[in-house]
């Protein structure tokens, strides 16, 4: 905690761990145009990761656990580090300049706000069951549907506003992730940029595809 560099390492290897497991979980999302069967087969699946070496569920919960700590432990060290920003420079600018960072870069810490409180309302709705309209964990195709019905729009409307937040974090959290870890090069740099870009982007849409399908009726 005490090196700036270290807490920049720490952040940019917990971001990409939590990067894998946002696409994985795209994928994983995505089987639900291929039917009710399939998605619920899948679901069930999940649970059953480990069997026989660990009980039923138990890899989820393990999993859970993990990306918890991952989540927490890259909050504080960004909370860390800008307060370290802070006292660095004690007096603020008369004047700051808009050239300097991104749009991403700049809502990084509201952004980082808007996801920690739609993954506390995600895990209630489709984790446990506590905010969904249907609630059966035997049928999460069903749950998916009741959620992003067209009647609870604004379901699917801080869906969206959270998911482009992580569009957002993501392309300027790569870019950041791979310059710390050793990226200096001009023409590593564009190749990050451009590669944080596209990866923000279908992560996007993927998400996106599964509210706005049922909300269209073209899931259901």
Sequence with gaps: MRSSVALKIFMAVTGLLLVAFLYAHMI?????????????HYAHWLRTIGVPLLPETWYLWLQRAGLTVAVVGHIVAATILARRARKARPVRYVHRT?????????TMRWGGVIILLFVIYHILDLTTGTLNPNAD??????NVVADFAPGRWYVTLFYTLAIVSVGFHLRHGLFSAVRTLGQRTLRGERIARATALVLSVVLVAGYLAVPFAVLTGLVD
């Design 28 to 40: 994983g999302n995505l089987k639900i145009f291929l039917g009710a069967e399939s998605f619920d």
């Design 98 to 106: 808009k050239v300097q960072g991104s749009y991403a870069a700049r």
């Design 137 to 142: 964990a035997q049928h999460p195709y069903a």
